[in-house]
């Protein structure tokens, strides 16, 4: 069975400075992961996949995330964030396209 | 091109009465998900559609959720009667493909059902 656990519900965060939203997953299979945002009032919009090739996986917003096999992860990260970055962020796994969720990280920025 | 689109976006409806959520997914798309979220949980799994025919419904939590695809384009979740713990999030999703070829999901803003 598949299985995704954040373990921190909420992140507060300096602008511009780093920051790292931690996944770690349970899988029996290979999985495809994902990083999915929900910014306030809107829906799920995707941030970033894996699907296979390279481990380090970037989004348009300067987001990365590493899929590490051994220490079954995918924790996301991202060098400086923006004000703008202030959303819910949730990491899943994919199996034939049936998602599983974590419970989901609150990243907060503050000015 | 149309993403996956939800109605309503809020409803908030007395215990015992009934509901129906609306999802139109990304046109082509055959394959189509609903899944909840309660009270700031993890998102979860009700069911998966392939076309018209039910996949996957080892989610749905119990008989008061019913949900349709006629025709294999929209689909609606009807909650009869609604209970104070069915509030939360409801949030749809499409995608294509079959199998280990179906990799990526396309999700609506979700409808935000409270019981009341």
């Known amino acids: 069975a598949q299985s995704v656990t954040q373990l921190d519900s909420q992140v507060p965060v300096f602008e511009e400075a780093p920051v790292e939203l931690r996944c770690n997953y349970s899988?029996?299979?290979?999985?495809?992961l994902f990083w999915y945002v929900q910014y306030p009032n809107q829906g799920l919009q995707l941030l970033l996949k894996?699907?296979?090739?390279?481990?380090l996986v970037e989004s348009i917003n300067g987001f990365e995330a590493e899929f590490n096999k051994s220490q079954t992860s995918f924790h996301l990260r991202k060098p400086s964030v923006h004000i703008s970055d202030t959303a819910e962020y949730f990491c899943?796994?994919?199996?034939?396209?049936?998602?599983?969720f974590g419970s989901g990280t609150k990243l907060n920025v503050k000015p | 091109e149309a993403g996956v689109t939800q109605f309503p976006s809020h409803s908030v409806i007395e215990k015992g009465q009934t509901v129906t959520l609306r999802c139109d997914p990304i046109?082509?798309?055959?394959?189509l998900y609903w899944y909840r979220r309660v009270m700031g949980k993890e998102i979860k799994f009700l069911l998966h559609?392939?076309?018209?025919?039910?996949?996957?419904e080892s989610g749905m939590p119990n008989n008061r959720f019913l949900a349709e695809r006629t025709g294999g384009t929209y689909s609606t979740l009807k909650v009869q009667p609604a209970e104070l713990e069915d509030s939360g999030v409801y949030f749809c999703?499409?995608?294509?493909?079959?199998?280990?070829?179906?990799?990526?999901?396309?999700f609506g803003q979700g409808t935000r059902l409270t019981v009341v």
């Open positions: 046109s082509g798309h055959d394959n």
């Open positions: 999703a499409s995608s294509q493909g079959q199998g280990w070829g179906n990799t990526e999901a396309f």
């Open positions: 559609f392939v076309k018209e025919s039910k996949q996957d």
């Open positions: 894996y699907l296979s090739g390279s481990t």
């Open positions: 899988s029996s299979v290979s999985v495809y």
């Open positions: 899943a796994v994919s199996d034939q396209g049936k998602f599983y």
